[in-house]
């Protein structure tokens, strides 16, 4: 009878220990029955080698972790208690941010707290229990430092994401936190990881590529998030690198000996070509459509704003009224509200002008201060003067319109010089003002304008009725 030689049980010995087996006797158990088939193997006639290889190619990977999963689950109470946990939070979690984008997508109410109920869940669930799961089956101190780094990435980005949707302060930040933590070191290290590996199937070129490729990738979708320039670029860059060489790659050495298409490689074509590369697509693409149309509507309200005032400044001097003095003190109260409009423009998108400069000349547009929603919020902070000033500027043109057009007050709408028409007046109290993003204010700002100018052509014509009676 055959029987295997001390190396070659020490290599089935050391094949196992590498699976992260934490329970002795399951460890013990393990490695005597594949050393018994392979000796069955080997006394039909296979090498051993080749024996060894096609023993692990029926396990599979995660053969091993699984049959101590399932041995763990059977006898220990608190596993499985967790392991439950993990799966019904998990489960739980998903549905109600599935249900939450797509309430949030059809304007449903109720979206919101859909969506902080179940990153609640996944924080304060699903990931603690995770984390107390995967320190059971491998209690390794190795692996500790990649479990609590994961956890803690995955905590600040879901937060993050929460944070984001529902406009409160330090979204940003904390996406930005957790994506660095997870392409600064948590990739690094499981790279360095799986090149370690001697029970790799995929060469150490294409782990390594894989890795820069999500780097590329997590690193463009940051620089997205704060929008800062050059994420289209790594955006890019990182799904024609994927498509092109990684997947490929992936496929030729992780199941060229295979017989049948595996689920795993299944799930990997449908998340690529369903998910990751229609997303980027659909992102890039509708970031170029937000500048087209941004850029023309600004382009073509500016010009709307100088016909205005050379419609005015026509009216007053055809109707030979330039030194009245009523018209004088309505312009001076004209200057203050576009004063403060302008003065608010400048804080909350400080190059808009440049950025419609740029886009002009070289058709590329730099949107960070579009979209800056701490700028909005030096504006409608408690506390601040600068709202304030402009509605009182305001309020005291809106009374001198009505004043010297009392005949038209039945006609006139007066809301139409209302500052709370435009913006949430009084700063603090209105949940609203954290979905003001920078673009979305300097537009009403224009249209206020528009509605400045257009008030103050109503009282020329009127002075100007009056005096020809």
């Known amino acids: 009878m055959y029987e295997l030689t001390l190396q070659q049980t020490e290599t089935v010995s050391a094949y196992v220990k590498r699976q992260q087996v934490v329970y002795a006797h399951l460890c013990d158990d393990l490695i005597d029955h594949l050393c018994c088939d392979l000796e069955e193997s080997v006394r039909n006639g296979i090498e051993f080698n080749e024996a060894f290889r096609q023993l692990k190619r029926r396990i599979g990977k995660g053969g091993i972790k699984k049959i101590q999963e399932d041995t763990l689950y059977a006898v220990d109470y608190k596993y499985r208690k967790m392991k439950n946990l993990m799966k019904v939070a998990g489960v739980a979690g998903t549905v109600f941010l599935g249900f939450s984008t797509i309430f949030k997508l059809q304007h449903y109410p109720l979206s919101g707290a859909l969506l902080v109920v179940g990153a609640i869940i996944l924080v304060t669930l699903f990931l603690p229990a995770s984390l107390m799961v995967l320190w059971k089956e491998s209690k390794s101190g190795r692996n500790i430092f990649m479990f609590v780094t994961a956890f803690l990435a995955s905590t600040l980005f879901i937060a993050g994401i929460l944070f ?4 409160w302060t330090g979204g940003s930040m904390l996406l930005a936190v957790g994506l660095l933590i997870a392409l600064i070191i948590l990739l690094p290290v499981s790279m360095v990881r799986a090149l370690r590996n001697p029970d790799k199937i995929l060469p150490s070129r294409v782990i390594v590529s894989g890795t820069i490729t999500i780097m590329l990738y997590g690193s463009g979708f940051l620089l997205k998030i704060l929008h800062w320039p ?8 990182s799904i024609i690198l994927l498509v092109s060489f990684i997947i490929p790659a992936t496929f030729y050495y992780r199941w060229k000996d295979d017989d049948h298409v595996a689920p795993e490689a299944l799930f990997l074509i449908f ?12 992102n890039l693409n509708a970031n170029r459509n937000f500048d087209n149309l941004f850029i023309k509507t600004s382009s073509l309200n500016d010009r709307n704003i100088e016909l205005r005032l050379l419609r005015n400044n026509l009216l007053v001097s055809n109707a030979g009224l330039s030194d009245y003095q009523g ?22 998108a400080p190059s808009y002008n440049k950025l419609k400069k740029q886009y002009f000349t070289d058709r590329t547009n730099n949107q960070d201060d579009l979209f800056n929603y701490h700028n909005t919020e030096m504006v409608l902070e408690p506390g601040s003067d600068i709202l304030a000033t402009l509605e009182r500027n305001l309020s005291e043109y809106a009374g001198m319109v009505g004043i010297m057009n009392a005949e038209f007050q039945e006609q006139y709408n007066t809301k139409l010089l209302a500052l709370e028409t ?8 209105d949940e609203s003002r954290y979905s003001f993003s920078p673009v979305a204010m300097v537009q009403c700002l224009e249209v206020l304008k528009g509605a400045v100018l257009d008030a103050e052509a109503l009282t020329i014509r009127n002075i100007k009725l009056k005096s020809a009676k």
Request: proline letters at 6%; glycine letters at 4%; charged letters at 15%.
């Open 230 to 237: 050059g994420a289209t670029i790594l955006l890019s860059v």
């Open 164 to 167: 984001k949707v529902q406009h």
């Open 271 to 282: 998340t690529v070509v369903m998910f990751i590369v229609p997303a980027t697509i659909i």
């Open 327 to 348: 018209l004088t003190d309505l312009e001076s109260a004209k200057a203050k509200v576009i004063s403060s409009i302008n003065r608010i423009e400048n804080i909350v």
């Open 422 to 429: 435009y913006l949430p007046v009084t700063p603090g109290t």
